[in-house]
């Protein structure tokens, strides 16, 4: 187990995100509860990780499955009371297991009662906690967008005044300028410190310093500064644990969020190699095939670009993306193959890992009819395109590659009813294929993609050179292989991996003759690389 009052323990760390609800229920109410997390703990004990990423239990309107929250220090009676949050915190505790929350600080629900103060008059002492703008109906303060369709201003007649919002309109944005409110904010995170969780995980962290006016969401002027506050009055202590979401994060950026002196945050989840494979200037829905070469060049920038001076999340998943053996790998014939590929490729590198529920099973994208979704995303996406002529099927199609539901249909645990996660009506619709792909029959079989995962938590433990070594792209611009070294002291770790389903040349470099196969999904390599094929070799001189 890891020494979690030091700082740094999530430099050897690998952590699970949870989407609790749909995860597991536990009251065949179709919903995901903390009840259910509290019985799998022993499953995450067994896959080897050290924390948990839980995914927002916070009351809310669930507007945005709990993005939008109406009392950060309350548990959504959803996913239980109180006291199954404590419980889950003590339970996971004695697994060594972490619990970090998903804090929501650029906006609230419109039902967080600050709002509900706030919209009542323009002298009323929490109006200013949002972010207003005097006008007239219908003329909105300038024409920017917001992210989930739709203008970003929403009027309130009895005010006269727009409030901006960067999200769907009940995620109105909180005003960071509003010192007031940011102490108010200080006070739920210290809230749940006090109740034992030991890490943040920041929503859209980068927003939260926006200048409307000057068109600024991502990235404002003060961002830095009010993340430095934000570090010095809520997260004190040595161990605690903080991850921000920052879609517009580049290496130098992510430098200071993650400062090695700890000023700021932990580490940061950027998106650069996430949007590689989309239409440049254009949003996620507009997708292009991924380059390989692109990627690993960008892989690699990062490698190098916090190596000794922050530090990077590792991942490919999570509650807003397709999955990824559907985006990169192949979820037909090679789906074991080249989950285990994908797997093996980013757990040799250095940064903290992020496995996201039922990416250690392979789970795969799915496609719904349109009544069937529950993301607001996806629904205002398909109202606003169809409208604007696109045609149906086109908008269903990107759907298909791109929606979030795709990672938020239920944890496929066995091959009964729901897939066994829910005795009632599951709230989204569990994956066909779960009579194959479910956790049970991974369990039971020692060459599954859970087991491929297990190896690789417990390689990262094992190794300093997977932890710490300095990054080497090998071959960068070969569109088939990715193969990289990595090397500390004495110790060399050698990582390829053949993306494609065709055979692919590739030669062992010599410094690695003889060395040991630390983990391969394809018995001993060999020539070159076979469809999907990927390994890590350790050799010490
Ligand atoms: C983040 C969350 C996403 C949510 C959005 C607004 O991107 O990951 O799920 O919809 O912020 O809070
Ligand atoms: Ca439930």
Redesign the pocket.
Known sequence: MLDKTKRGWFKSAVLYQIYPKSFQ???G?G???LK?VISRLDYLQKLGIDGIWLSPVFASPQKDNGYDISDYCAIDP?FGPMEDMEALIAEAKKCGISIIMDLVLNHSSDQHPWFREAIKSKDNPYHDYYVWRDGEPDCPPNDMRAAFGGSAWAYVPHLGQYYFHQFAPEQPDLNWENPDMRRGLYGFIRFWVEKGVEGFRLDVIDQIAKEPDNFITGNGPKLHEFLRELSREAFCEEGLVTVGEAWGADVERAKLYSAPDGSELSMVFQFEHICLDQEEGKSKWEAIPLSLPKFKACMERWQHGLHGKGWNSLFMDNHDLPRIVSRWGDDGAYRVKSAKMLATMLHGMEGTPYVYQGEELGMTNIRLPLESYRDVEILNLYAERTAEGEAPEAVMEKIYARGRDNARTPMQWTAGENAGFTTGEPWLPVNPNYSVINAEAALADPDSVFYAYQKLIALRKEYAVIREGSFTLLCPEDEQVFAYTRDLGHAHLLVAANFTAEDAPFEIPEAFAGAKVLISNDGAPGKGLRPYEAYMLYIED
């Open positions: 229920d536990t009251n109410d919903v995901g509860d259910g959803m």
